[in-house]
């Protein structure tokens, strides 16, 4: 049993319109066939695939709270505010940046999470899941398999992903204490650590940045740090 509470219910809402927001943002493009994976999409897939080991184990135990929360935590706090914040234009490729093999690879990991996170939630969302679902792929959802891992991501390091939710907050947080607009363009010099060079075409998008530059052992002397691995040359 669970005690009545209001927040539990408006945080239950604000959830589902978040999950129907996020499926019609992804309606918007095709599932390919053929496509190629940057970076990001692959430690994103890596991210979700051992999430689907943890839920798994959790509903073997009869155990709610742990799906409940673990899926909230990826589906709201990285894959909308993070993943889709930075795969937004390459899913468009207005400006044809990204290759139409590229741009395909953001369409597959979005339909890919949508679909597993959507079966995973089920559950214990059995409406809203079922009337997507049924939207999106013309099924219903629950006539669907649990989701397996696959043993290609299972055996790689989900870092990218975490590092670029990491790098992200720091960029927001550094525009909102210099009263820049998070879409405006930031035109002082960021520096970043080598590391960061896989999302470096994502990065640049999302934040509008006009002078990145990556260092491999020590940022120059005058750069201010920002957090780890991440500094900045402020205008003067």
């Known amino acids: 049993d669970y005690r009545f509470s209001e927040n539990t219910i408006k945080s239950g809402f604000l959830f589902a319109t978040k999950l129907w927001n996020i499926a019609r943002f992804i309606s918007s493009f095709p599932c390919p ?3 190629s994976l940057r970076p990001i999409d692959e430690a994103t897939l890596v991210l ?42 390459r899913a468009y490729n207005f400006n044809n940046k990204y290759s139409e093999l590229e741009q395909k690879g953001a369409w597959y990991t979005l339909h890919y999470v949508l679909r597993k996170v959507l079966i995973m939630l089920s ?39 975490l590092e ?32 960061f060079k896989p999302i470096a075409d994502e990065l640049v998008d999302l934040h509008r940045l006009e002078h990145l ?18 500094y900045t040359k402020p205008s003067t």
């Not at 080991?53 to 709270?65: G, Q």
């Not at 530059?213 to 991440?230: C, M, R, S, T």
Request: charged share 30%.
């Open 33 to 35: 066939e053929d496509y």
């Open 123 to 161: 559950p214990i969302m059995p409406f809203i899941t079922d009337a997507i679902y049924r939207e999106l792929y013309g099924r219903s959802v629950h006539s669907e398999k649990f989701p397996e891992p696959e043993d290609k991501y299972l055996k790689t390091s989900e870092e990218l992903a």
């Open 213 to 230: 530059v990556f260092y491999d052992k020590e940022p120059p002397p005058e750069a201010v740090k920002l957090d780890e691995g991440i």
């Open 164 to 195: 670029a939710q990491r790098v992200n907050h720091v960029i927001w947080k550094y525009k909102k204490s210099r009263g820049i607009k998070l879409s405006e363009p930031l035109r002082e010099v960021l520096y970043l650590d080598a590391k």
């Open 48 to 89: 979700l695939n051992k999430l689907i080991v943890t839920v798994d184990k959790a509903y073997s135990d009869l155990d709610v709270y742990v799906p409940v929360s673990e899926l909230y935590q990826f589906t709201w706090n990285y894959f909308a505010s993070h993943y889709l914040e930075l795969v937004k234009n």
